[in-house]
Structures are given as structure tokens and as C-alpha cells.
DNA sequence: CCAAAAGTGTTCTCGATACACCCATGT
DNA sequence: ACATGGGTGTATCGAGAACACTTTTGG
């Protein structure tokens, strides 16, 4: 993004001021009955989404804009991971990470299909992308069971089973369906839309919507939006 | 902490380079039965113990050592919180708040007594601090009830009524004294020292120390640590 | 003997798990 | 008719909550 400047300056930052900032972020996605994640390529490597928030821009702003940027996505549920310090001969560098999470179909978006990346398969990234991803699952994982951010994963009208697949993507186990629709329908967070969807020969699945829970879905993340 | 420099920049920071980095800590001890946090006083107001990293340190090094700076306290336990990013008329700012939780006694260490801010009284602080304090504590509440995190409370032998009132202080509701030992014995987190103490003009107590469990007590920290 | 904190069991409810069959449709 | 996924109920177990009395000591 930014060109090499034609002075004499070896290092890009010059580390007697503040370091440079990075966000990255971790985006997973379900497809194919796995757990997918936006890794784009540039210059023959693939890498997470990220890049540099300007001065002015909360940071959240800042990596809804820079995924938007570097992979075409709109997300629809970002969160902060963690942030970390490094130094090298690169000069000195805060990396903000965010964990995000959005729904993508094939049919209606297959120019970003080769940006995904199918977590059952041999991950080649760099260390610290490897470390943040690792950590991203872990947090997702955890969340899946008693947050609703599983309805990010999914288009705003799905099929109970279309749930439980995805439940099962993330978490890389079955689940039993009996025990699965009682927990959802318990804990009151879905709404019939009274159609439903005729798919292929046998009964057709009745087609369901997120209905947003009184209690916030965000327990562990901050309260406040972070705002400049 | 910084002078003003004699020359025509207006701000403390060039916007052009980098940002400042702020580590803040919100560090949390129980005294007198109540969550009380640091708040040292500097130049008349009393903030959260913060400070900058240098270059090359980690992010939790850094806040361990500023920590140790501005209140004199070793902390025992700390954990990234968030990251916010702030511009103002004093320029950009990266701020990277942490949690810690210590065992401070008035006994052995009376002097840093009036770091000490009773939560239970008002807070007048900023509003950033005010934010990050009031985050920290429902994240402090909500590891309380499935990390062992309570005990980096207590000093390292203790009563199970201690323990107790330390649960209390911090999520301020009474608990049952039957169901709570229970618990802790089922958890196998607890190892009798053989000990007992005598009080006053009642039953001695046994005395326990801490056991680490066999799964890691982190669950949503990252488990690499933060090495540059 | 009295005050004061330590210590101890049982019952109930609820959420999580295990488990097997009928239903509606397309071909 | 049959293959395919959609949909349903019951029994069991364990964790958490409610609840009251006896024990040991110092004064």
C-alpha cells in the first residue's frame, strides 16, 4: 500500500517515535461443512487481512474498513482479541487482532471464494498469524456455547439442521439433534417464519430466524463501542 | 512526565509516525471485605497506575514493570483486557489495559495503603479509566466463577471462610456457606496443610493452600506468552 | 455458660446427555 | 416402494440452590 519512500531511510519506521500499528484480523466463516478462514494472498504469501488504522479511527472502525479493503467482505460481528508487541529489524510494531465472523455463500459472492481457507487443512502462515488463529479458534469455540454468535454464521433465514451443521463445523463433533433443538428452542432465541424450504425428496425443514435474546450476546467483550 | 520541548510542535506527538502507547493496569486487591482497586495519586488525581513500554519489552512485561514502578507492588496475576485507540489535542494514543488481581495485607505492606480505592465508595477518575474499571470488574466477576483466579486474592495459606469472604467482596452477594465448601472440594483445588488457626473466642479453622488443577486456569487468556 | 465462628447432609430443580422411531417428500 | 433428511419424547445423571443444627474455642 504505502510506496518506498527515495530517501535514506533503511528501516520503514523510525523507531524513536511510537511504533508502527498493525491490525489483523482472524475471520472465520462455515463452508462446506468446515470451518474456513479469509486468508487472501499478496505477493505469494498468504497472510490475515490487515493493515494500518489511521489516528483518527477507533480501531474497530479501523478493521471493519481494512477487512473491507483487503478481502471485499463485510463483516457482521468483529470482537478483540488481543494485542501484542513485536520488535525486529522491521522496526517496532503493536499488532491489534480482532476476531470476526460473517456468513458466506458461494452463489452470491464466488469472487472472494479463493481468499478461504479450510482450517482441516495444512495451515501455512507465519508465526504470529499462526499463534493468533490458534487462539481465534480456541475463543470461537468457547463462545459457540453461550453467546449467539453462531447466527453470524448463517444467512438471516436457516433451517435448524442448517444450525446444527454449522455448530458441528466449529466445534468438529456431532451433536445429537434431539438435544440440539431443545437447547435452542429453551433458550427462546429463535422465531418460525412459518414457510419453509422443500430441498430434495423428503420432508421439508421449516425455516427459522435469529430473534435477538433480552440478555446482550456479548458477556466478555467490552461494554462501551470503541469510540475516538 | 514529559517536558515541554522549547520549539514550535504544539502537540506532545507528531501525528505523522506512530502513536504513543499507554499501558494502563487495573489491579484489584479485597481489603476489608470489599474489591478495592489501585489508584495511586499523581499531581493531584488519582489514575490508573499506566506508564509506557519501551521498544523492545512485551506487552505484560511492560505492565508488570510499570506496575512495579508507579505502586511499588509485585503483582501475581495480569491479563490483557483491551486496546483502545484515542486521538486528542494531546496527540494519538494506543492504550493497552490490563487486569491484575494481588494479595495485599495492610499488615506486612501498610505503606502503599492509600493506592488502595474502596469500590464501594465513588470513583472519580476519568472516563477511560472509568470504562476500563468498570469492564475489568464484570471480567474479574465472571473468571471468578470458573478460573481459580480468586486465590492470587489471599495470601497462600488461608481459611475456606476467608476464601469465602473474598468471593463475596468481589461479586457482593452472600453465598452459602455449605454449597461453597462443597464446591471447592469437589473442584480438588484445595490441599489442608494440617494446620489449624486460632482466632478468637471460637472454633479454630483449618488452614488450605492452594492446589493447582490440572487444566490451566486460563481459558480465554492466550496461551502463548507475549514475547517479542 | 455464653458468644462466635467452624464445620457438616439432605432434598429439589434444572440443564445436559443418551437413545430410536415416525413423517413428509421426490423419484 | 424406498431413500432421504425432518421432526419428536423419555429416562438418567450431575451441578447448583435452599435450608438448620452441632462443634470447638475464649472469655
Redo the contacts with the bound molecule.
Keep these: 500500500m504505502t510506496s518506498p519512500k527515495p530517501n535514506t531511510v533503511t528501516h520503514t519506521r523510525q523507531p524513536a517515535s511510537g511504533p508502527a500499528v498493525d491490525v489483523r484480523i482472524v475471520l472465520f466463516t462455515v463452508a462446506h461443512g468446515a470451518l474456513h478462514i479469509a486468508l487472501p494472498e499478496a505477493k505469494g504469501l498468504r497472510r490475515l487481512p490487515h493493515g494500518e488504522p489511521t489516528s483518527g479511527e477507533a480501531l474497530d472502525t479501523a478493521a471493519r474498513r481494512i477487512l473491507r479493503h483487503s478481502t471485499g467482505i463485510h463483516e457482521q460481528y468483529l470482537e478483540q482479541l488481543s494485542t501484542l508487541s513485536v520488535d525486529d529489524t522491521a522496526g517496532w510494531t503493536l499488532t491489534v487482532a480482532y476476531l470476526g465472523v460473517v456468513w458466506w455463500s458461494a452463489e452470491s459472492e464466488p469472487e472472494v471464494a479463493s481468499t478461504w481457507h479450510d482450517l482441516r487443512r495444512r495451515l501455512d502462515v507465519g508465526e504470529t498469524d499462526r499463534m493468533l488463529i490458534h487462539y481465534a479458534i480456541v475463543r470461537l469455540r468457547a463462545k459457540l456455547s453461550y453467546t449467539t454468535i453462531a447466527f453470524h454464521l448463517l444467512p438471516p433465514t436457516f ?3 442448517e444450525l446444527q451443521q454449522t455448530y458441528e463445523a466449529v466445534l468438529e463433533r456431532r451433536l ?4 440440539f ?3 435452542f428452542v ?1 433458550a427462546n432465541v429463535l422465531a418460525a417464519t412459518g414457510t419453509q424450504r ?1 430441498d ?7 425455516l427459522y430466524r435469529f430473534r435477538a435474546p433480552h440478555d446482550r450476546d456479548s458477556y466478555l467483550t467490552p461494554p462501551w463501542s470503541d469510540e475516538a
Tied chains: 1, 2.
Design positions: 433451517t435448524l439442521s445429537d439433534k434431539r438435544n433443538r431443545r437447547r429453551a422443500r430434495g425428496s423428503h420432508r421439508p425443514a421449516l
